[in-house]
């Protein structure tokens, strides 16, 4: 029986005038009607503390002996527990340690400020922040987010942990990249050790010639290629004459009235190799 129907009944058997009067039968009929509509104390204690216990099983909320607790504090559990994961902070990512508690596939925050260890670039910024994932039983993973602010140099790096026992086994940091130079001429550094550069240069129609200097010299140079613009009537080409790890020469020519000339023109170049 609902609210409405106890009130509706109550006010049938408690009715109000001067000769009337309360019946043992209807008394009776309203108290049963009122005990069929309460649930058994046992069965709702039992179901109570099965749901109050299950539901803050993971939230970290302590639960009376006998399961119960009142909405407003599960409520306020729920609302604290939303979107939160655990905070940890590194002062030495060398010797770091990650929490073996954390189940497989999970992370939690860290943040971290002039620690020893941190991602070295060429601009090193001192605040890196981001996630710590338990990839396996022994494997975590580092994803690091820089303060830096400057383009020219990596905005992440991660770094893979292995740990045996009481033994931790860093890997080194991987970026993205390894540095970048935006500029003209620029050039990128991938962790794999590839370096890719790039410039462009104006031959002088003197000779036709010019020497490039690489930004950065190769270990090991494997490709270079020019190409020259187009004016969409005459024959134009460049070619390198000279190519070394630090620089090469390359000389511009354009085809006039049957024969090739030395070209004043911009030629842009671009240059594959190793940076270690």
Same mark, same amino acid.
């Given at each position: 029986?609902?609210?409405?129907?106890?009130?509706?009944?109550?006010?049938?058997?408690?009715?109000?005038?001067?000769?009337?009067?309360?019946?043992?039968?209807?008394?009776?009929?309203?108290?049963?009607?009122?005990?069929?509509?309460?649930?058994?104390?046992?069965?709702?204690?039992?179901?109570?503390?099965?749901?109050?216990?299950?539901?803050?099983?993971?939230?970290?909320?302590?639960?009376?002996?006998?399961?119960?607790?009142?909405?407003?504090?599960?409520?306020?559990?729920?609302?604290?527990?939303?979107?939160?994961?655990?905070?940890?902070?590194?002062?030495?990512?060398?010797?770091?340690?990650?929490? /073996?508690?954390?189940?497989?596939? +999970?992370?939690?925050?860290?943040? !971290?400020? #002039?620690?020893?260890?941190?991602? $070295?670039? &060429?601009?090193?910024?001192?605040?890196?922040?981001?996630?710590?994932?338990?990839?396996?039983?022994?494997?975590?993973?580092?994803?690091?987010?820089?303060?830096?602010?400057?383009?020219?140099?990596?905005?992440?790096?991660?770094?893979?942990?292995?740990?045996?026992?009481?033994?931790?086994?860093?890997?080194?940091?991987?970026?993205?990249?390894?540095?970048?130079?935006?500029?003209?001429?620029?050039?990128?550094?991938?962790?794999?050790?590839?370096?890719?550069?790039?410039?462009?240069?104006?031959?002088?129609?003197?000779?036709?010639?010019? /020497?490039?200097?690489?930004?950065? +010299?190769?270990?090991?140079?494997? !490709?270079? #290629?020019?190409?020259?613009?187009? $004016?969409? &009537?005459?024959?134009?080409?460049?070619?390198?004459?000279?190519?070394?790890?630090?620089?090469?020469?390359?000389?511009?020519?354009?085809?006039?009235?049957?024969?090739?000339?030395?070209?004043?023109?911009?030629?842009?170049?671009?240059?594959?190799?190793?940076?270690?």
């Amino acid at each position: 029986m609902n609210k409405e129907a106890l009130i509706q009944q109550s006010n049938d058997t408690f009715f109000d005038n001067d000769t009337g009067e309360i019946t043992a039968a209807g008394h009776r009929a309203f108290n049963e009607a009122l005990i069929e509509a309460i649930p058994d104390p046992g069965i709702a204690t039992a179901l109570l503390a099965g749901l109050v216990k299950s539901t803050t099983a993971n939230l970290g909320v302590a639960v009376a002996a006998g399961g119960t607790m009142s909405v407003n504090g599960l409520a306020d559990a729920l609302d604290k527990k939303q979107g939160t994961i655990p905070l940890m902070t590194i002062t030495n990512f060398d010797t770091f340690k990650p929490d /073996t508690s954390m189940t497989v596939g +999970s992370s939690c925050f860290f943040k !971290s400020t #002039n620690a020893t260890g941190k991602p $070295d670039i &060429a601009a090193t910024a001192s605040t890196w922040v981001g996630f710590i994932t338990r990839i396996n039983t022994t494997e975590y993973r580092i994803l690091a987010m820089s303060n830096s602010g400057v383009g020219t140099s990596p905005q992440m790096a991660t770094r893979h942990y292995y740990v045996s026992g009481a033994n931790v086994f860093p890997s080194q940091w991987q970026f993205s990249c390894e540095e970048l130079n935006m500029s003209q001429p620029g050039f990128v550094k991938f962790p794999s050790g590839l370096l890719l550069q790039w410039g462009v240069v104006t031959t002088p129609s003197s000779t036709g010639m010019s /020497t490039i200097i690489f930004p950065l +010299s190769f270990t090991t140079i494997y !490709s270079a #290629n020019l190409q020259q613009s187009y $004016d969409g &009537a005459t024959a134009r080409l460049a070619y390198i004459r000279t190519l070394s790890e630090s620089q090469m020469t390359i000389k511009a020519q354009f085809w006039n009235n049957g024969s090739w000339a030395n070209s004043a023109n911009p030629i842009y170049w671009i240059a594959i190799g190793t940076w270690k």
